[in-house]
């Protein structure tokens, strides 16, 4: 059975960073597509960040790009995101997703959900 459980949330001042971690489980990680989605209180999820299974492709949405970093760990079965310069429009709960298509430019379908970290950014 997968298992995505993600870590890392709290509480931060605008400009601070974060990282937050998904641990992964359940079938060989190196063959997934990985994603990050945020969904902000009274808002519909959206996307944040892709990684192809090697990962050497990445695709970010135009509000976190140049702030945000996805990453893959295939030796620990664990994927990343390093978020700088956070500002309250950030606060949200972030899911982890495995993939069923990864393409640049291409919001990924989502194949599992972790059940998500809360992030919340303060002034």
């Known amino acids: 059975q997968v298992q995505l459980v993600e870590s890392g949330g709290g509480l931060v001042q605008a400009g601070g960073s974060l990282r937050l971690s998904c641990a992964a489980s359940?079938?060989?990680?190196?063959?997934?597509?990985l994603g990050w989605f945020r969904q902000a209180p009274g808002k519909e999820r959206e996307f944040v960040a892709a990684i192809s299974r090697s990962g050497g492709s990445t695709y970010y949405a135009d509000s976190v790009k140049g702030r945000f970093t996805i990453s893959k760990d295939n030796s620990k079965n664990t994927l990343y995101l390093q978020m700088n310069s956070l500002n309250p429009e950030d606060t949200a709960v972030y899911y982890c997703a495995s993939c069923r298509t990864y393409a640049a430019g291409i919001v990924p379908l989502v194949e599992y959900w972790g059940k998500g970290t809360l992030v919340t950014v303060s002034l």
């Open positions: 359940g079938r060989t990680f190196s063959n997934w597509a």
